[in-house]
Structures are given as C-alpha cells and as structure tokens.
C-alpha cells in the first residue's frame, strides 16, 4: 500500500510524465515519502544528506539564515513543486533550511547521488528536469526584477494575485485563499518591513479590495484588484 503511494502520486507528476509504468516502478525504490506537521523543520541544507524533495500536499517556506541569525524567506513552495539541491551540487555554506507552513504536509525525496543517476539514464527526464528548473529560475529573476522596479503595494498585490490564481477558490471574480501566512511572512515575501505589510494589508481592506484575517484571505473583485 504504502509503495502504491508513492507510485501514483509519481505518475500523476508531469515532471515524471516521460517515464513508463517499469521507470515509475523503479523510481519508487529509491523514493523517500515523509509527513510534516505546522512548523515542523523537514530539512537543513548545510547538515543533512543533500536531496531532491517534491511536494506533494500542504505548503512549506524556504528560509536562509544570516551571520546575524536574521531569516529571510527565499521561496514559499506549493503543491507540485520542487526543493533542495535543484542545480545538483550539495553546497556546504548554504544555511537554509525548509518548514512546514501548514498540517498535514508529504513530501517525496531522492538522495542527490540516486537522482544524478536517474536523470543519467533517463535523457527524457533530464530534459523535462531542465524545464522545470528553468521555470523556477524565472521566477526567481522575475522577483529580483519586481523588487528593483515596483513598489511595496504593487508587489503585494501581484504576490496576493499570484497566491489566489495558484491555491485560490475562484467563483466569478470572487477569490478566497486559505491564509497560511503570518503578516511577517508576507512582509518577508514581498521585501518590506512588518510594519509596511501590515499597513498595506490594512489599506486594501479599508479600500474595499480584500478581505484579511488569520485564516483566510479574499479577493472581493480581481478585475479591480490594482
């Protein structure tokens, strides 16, 4: 049963939608599958065994640490989406590490060295890795660009619209979202101070463009959301 896990929530992956019925099969021999509670810590980059971590349900954060001690939150990652070492070097100075943002969390892993050998034998999967690395990638560049080009306020706004069109329940231009982040963490995402977010979120809600609370969030017209 519990290998049965594994193997369909591999196959149903488009990350893995390249492979056979066998390569699946094979695939789950060397697959880890771990449960998380709500600010559980799943994994530090700097000490543990250097792996590959997709996620299956519920939501984590990505966080560094500074010589300071300070975290920053670098990623919030979502159903489907991958972790940990992405460019296949274990790097040693990273001082991240991954927490579970909500219950009920699963995750699959690979250990970095299995996942190398895969993608070795299998030139479909490594091309459709690639693609899907990439696209990470441009995410990352398209935050930089957003920090350095738009304010506080529309970052928020683009992030709040980001978050509802991937989790949201939409119903005309209607969207809630199940709020899983602290006003810190939001402020962490967008690159502001707690204070900042705090008084923007407070400025939309008097605007009448959303509505905040801790355990959900709602778009009350996403035509007019700007």
Not at 177 to 206: K, P
Request: charged residues 30%; aromatic residues 10%; proline residues 1%.
């Amino acid at each position: 049963m519990y290998d049965e896990i594994k193997y369909w929530y591999l196959r149903d992956h488009k990350l893995f939608s390249v492979l056979s019925f066998s390569q699946i099969r094979q695939l789950c021999i060397i697959t880890c599958f771990k449960k998380a509670k709500k600010g559980e810590i799943i994994y530090f980059s700097s000490t543990d065994v250097p792996r590959i971590f997709l996620l299956k349900t519920g939501n984590i954060k990505i966080v560094s640490l500074d010589e300071d001690g300070t975290e920053t939150i670098k990623d919030i990652i979502q159903k489907g989406d991958l972790f940990g070492e992405l460019d296949l070097v274990n790097d040693l100075n990273s001082n991240e590490h991954a927490v579970a943002l909500t219950n009920e969390v699963s995750i699959c892993s690979f250990l970095l060295s299995d996942f190398e050998n895969l993608l070795l034998k299998n030139p479909n999967l490594a091309i459709s890795y690639t693609k899907f690395v990439g696209l990470k990638m441009k995410k990352v560049k398209n935050n930089y660009s957003n920090l350095i080009s738009k304010d506080a306020r529309t970052r928020l706004i683009d992030f709040i619209k980001d978050w509802a069109e991937k989790e949201g329940l939409k119903k005309d231009n209607y969207y809630t979202i199940e709020n899983y982040l602290t006003q810190a963490d939001i402020a962490q995402v967008i690159c502001t101070s707690r204070q900042t977010a705090t008084q923007l979120l407070n400025d939309l809600e008097q605007e009448g463009l959303i509505n905040y609370n801790r355990k959900e969030l709602a778009i009350r017209d996403i035509s007019k959301f700007r």
